[in-house]
């Protein structure tokens, strides 16, 4: 096994986590959501699963739509739904650079966990809670630091829930508007 893609926390024998354990926010995020709201990278796809965020059928689907033109991605699409016990084998053995993912992938799944959130607010008891939760989450991000309740009110913003509530949506349309675009 490459030991670069052993995490120190796996728990499973494959040599992969079960999403982030020491997370204080998990949910998983279909993949008809995320082709909805991105044109993900086949190393921004690679992310998703190993945070968690998406399971290996949403990844074969997912190279299935954006994986043309990266080796990794062509190879993951062509999977059949019995062979998709074979993706973290073939992620961890990849040599390929889309399989290492940066800090854009890392853009990418917290634009995409907030989103959806704020899409899906009946199904979270403290939605602005949860913001702050993936805020720290993901290493307190500036960009997020406008919307998360515990920080101070940006000069000249508005105050108060509506304002957070403003700063958010201007935030997710910001990196919807980015993340839409085929960034390869």
């Known amino acids: 096994m490459n030991e670069e893609f052993r995490l120190r926390w796996t728990s499973r024998p494959d040599g992969f986590a079960d999403g982030r354990p020491d997370a204080l926010v998990n949910f998983r995020i279909p993949a008809v959501y995320v082709a909805a709201k991105a ?35 062509e190879e993951l699409s062509l999977l059949l739904s019995y062979q998709y016990d ?20 890392r853009r990418l799944w917290l634009y995409l966990a907030l989103s959806w959130v704020r899409d899906h607010e009946p ?17 307190y991000p500036d960009d997020v630091a406008p919307f998360a309740d515990f920080m101070p009110t940006p000069q000249g ?9 403003a700063r958010w949506r201007a935030y997710l349309d910001r990196e919807e508007a980015y993340f839409k675009r085929d960034r390869r």
Do not use: Q
Not at 94 to 105: L, V
Not at 123 to 139: C, G, I, K
Not at 157 to 165: A, D, I, K, S
């Open 39 to 73: 044109i993900p990278a086949t190393s921004e796809i690679v992310k998703g699963y190993l945070d968690g965020w998406i399971d290996v059928s949403d990844v074969v689907h997912l190279a299935e739509k954006f994986g043309e033109g990266s080796p990794l991605g």
């Open 86 to 105: 074979e993706v973290p084998d073939l992620i961890r053995e990849s040599t390929h650079t889309d399989a290492r993912p940066g800090e854009e992938a």
């Open 123 to 139: 199904d979270f008891d403290e939605p602005l809670r949860t913001v702050e939760m993936l805020f720290a989450d993901f290493d």
């Open 157 to 165: 913003e508005e105050p108060g829930v509506r304002g957070l509530y």
